[in-house]
């Protein structure tokens, strides 16, 4: 009261005092805005997401030039470009649980470490001798009559292959596991962190291969591989010091619970303490039931040689992690992931090369892979919203009706004018019957000759393609390819492009039930399983293809494409009727 009173005959002093609280409050406020900037650039998430947006651009730059690259050295044929992709499929799919093993008995820094070494300079020397093979290929295959230039592609295909086993073992260490203890398992951020993460992916997997396909096309492959060699020098330097910034100024990531299986952990450190002449009695014995029978196991296991017992080992191992996966609680919503691979409606090579054979230009294509990345983002969005809203469980359920609801317009777009199906190109041709004569002469009316001479080459010159992402498309496209009608391949894309909502919405869901799921112990090897079926999958649909190559089998694909994707969400769905029978009998 006095020193309102003291203000009334002072000329309000008071007031004045009240604005100088306000002017420092307002003037801190401004202080702290680029400080709280600062705060967050200097922190782990941002870090991520440099770290990971330079990874994914590498990656991208890489998948696409190495396709490339193998076809230019290979007489522009697609036999090496073939035998990379079964390569790299089926190393995943055999190494992948024991690429997560690893990650799991490995300290977190040194797993992110080692990983992004082992890759980047695995790209880095294959691009130095893709350099010296474009640059002296001619003297390189006279040498050994031409054996050095096998020796090449060998080389090249294995350092690729390590490549992304490394990329792999990289993606399971970030994405599966620093991002769920960066977040301190709180499933709002975790949400938003796979979510930007997807973003980043989506942006990078459009621009990279085209601005490593533009200097391509303006230089040379040589220059191409010394763009992409100087990439990964510098991206090496930079996620490296990011990565180790994060692993310090996060204490939680140097805590990791140790793998506690007795059959992975046991005969390891048996192996480490046999050369050293040490009584094998002095090992901890593990305190269970079997006891005896775990001690005679062990000894005739240390009885076989060493490569035997590492083999035995491995095997143990594969089979360890196959089984883990099985019994996690969310088996079935990972399997319905993998079960989405299984597909041809996608913006690979395979769909982008029967939209060519449909007349669609090089520039439309690749103007609908642009819109399908928007799409993508749109999904990412509205998986935040819906998990926000409606929990992630049924974010899940929702983005699986959406996806099939979309994906029912490829399958209208089979039966749609302008569609090239005919099932009768699916029996066999009997020629030899005079009974069936008729029905040979109406079956030959249905038959579409190949054009062109067996001499014309696979791909025409370099300055008639258009570089895109994952396909080489034409500009002399024949004029006679164009198809009655354009409804169906306007239905196609358009299911393809909508899909692609509801796809990553899911594929999102699915990641973070992994993530949440699944104890920190097995957190590795589960994930390591998941791309080797995530491989597997993939690899029935490229069976898929090579069984009906044609043009006109594709709509067969498309049908059974849909019914793969059906069977991954219906095993969506028995897991989310389990998951809420489970909370129901809970309350």
């Known amino acids: 009261m006095s020193r309102q009173a003291d203000a009334s005959q002072c000329g309000g002093v008071v007031v004045e ?176 962190m796979n979510a930007t993460m997807r973003r980043i992916d989506q942006v990078t997997n459009i621009l990279a291969p085209l601005a490593v396909g533009q200097v391509m096309t303006l230089a040379s492959n040589v220059v191409g591989c010394g763009f992409i060699l100087g990439w990964n020098l510098v991206s090496l330097i930079v996620e490296f010091f990011f990565l180790s910034r994060v692993y310090r100024i996060v204490p939680a990531l140097s805590v990791k619970p140790p793998v506690m299986e007795v059959d992975q952990v046991y005969l390891p450190s048996l192996e480490r303490t046999m050369p050293q002449g040490e009584d094998n009695a002095a090992e901890p014995q593990p305190l269970t039931e079997g006891n005896c029978n775990t001690s005679l196991h062990i000894k005739e296991i240390t009885n076989l040689p060493l490569c035997f017992r590492r083999f035995r080992w491995l095997m143990s191992t594969c089979k360890d992690g196959w089984r883990a996966y099985y019994r996690q609680p969310v088996f079935l919503a990972g399997m319905g992931l993998a079960f989405l691979y299984t597909t041809v409606l996608g913006f690979d090579c395979i769909t982008t090369g029967y939209a060519y054979t449909q007349g669609i230009s090089g520039s439309l294509l690749s103007l609908l892979m642009g819109v399908s990345a928007l799409t993508g983002l749109m999904g990412t969005v509205m998986f935040t919203r819906l998990r926000k809203s409606y929990g992630l469980v049924n974010t899940g359920v929702i983005s699986s009706c959406l996806h099939l609801g979309c994906l029912l317009l490829c399958v209208c777009s089979v039966f749609a004018p302008g569609s090239p199906m005919d099932l009768s190109l699916l029996m066999p041709y009997i020629n030899s019957s005079t009974e069936l004569g008729g029905m040979t002469s109406q079956r030959q009316k249905h038959t579409y000759p190949l054009r062109g001479s067996s001499n014309q080459p696979l791909l025409p010159d370099r300055s008639s393609i258009h570089w895109t992402n994952n396909t080489v498309l034409f500009d002399n496209v024949p004029s006679d390819t164009a198809p009655e009608s354009y409804v169906s391949i306007i239905l196609l894309f358009l299911g393809v492009i909508t899909a692609r909502i509801g796809l990553w919405s899911f594929d999102l869901t699915v990641t973070q039930l992994l993530q949440e799921n699944i104890c920190e112990s097995e957190r590795g090897v589960v994930n390591g399983v998941q791309s080797s079926m995530n491989y597997l999958m993939d690899l029935l649909h490229f069976i898929m293809v090579i069984s009906a190559p044609q043009p006109h089998h594709f709509g067969i694909l498309v049908i059974i494409s849909v019914l793969f994707i059906t069977t991954g969400h219906t095993m969506y769905f028995l897991y989310a009727h389990k998951v809420k029978r489970k909370r129901r009998h809970c309350t």
């Open 17 to 192: 005092f009240q604005s100088n609280d306000i002017r420092d409050a307002r003037a801190n406020r401004t202080r702290n805005i680029p400080g709280s900037a600062l705060i967050y650039l200097k922190g782990p998430k941002f870090l991520i997401y440099v770290s990971g947006a330079l990874s994914m651009w590498g990656d991208r730059m890489w998948h696409f030039a190495i396709s490339v690259f193998l076809i230019e050295l290979y007489g522009r044929n697609l036999l090496l470009t073939a035998v990379f992709g079964l390569v790299v499929a089926g190393s995943v799919l055999l190494l992948g649980a024991l690429i997560g093993d690893w990650v799991d008995r490995n300290p977190r820094n040194k797993v992110a470490h080692a990983s992004l070494f082992i890759q980047n300079i695995s790209v880095t020397v294959c691009s130095i001798v893709l350099m010296l093979v474009f640059s002296y290929k001619q003297r390189i295959e006279q040498i050994w009559d031409g054996w050095l230039t096998v020796v090449c592609y060998t080389v090249v295909i294995v350092l690729a292959d390590v490549a992304n086993l490394a990329s792999t073992a990289l993606t399971i260490a970030i994405q599966r596991d620093w991002i769920v203890v960066i977040t301190g398992y709180n499933r709002g951020h975790l949400a938003g």
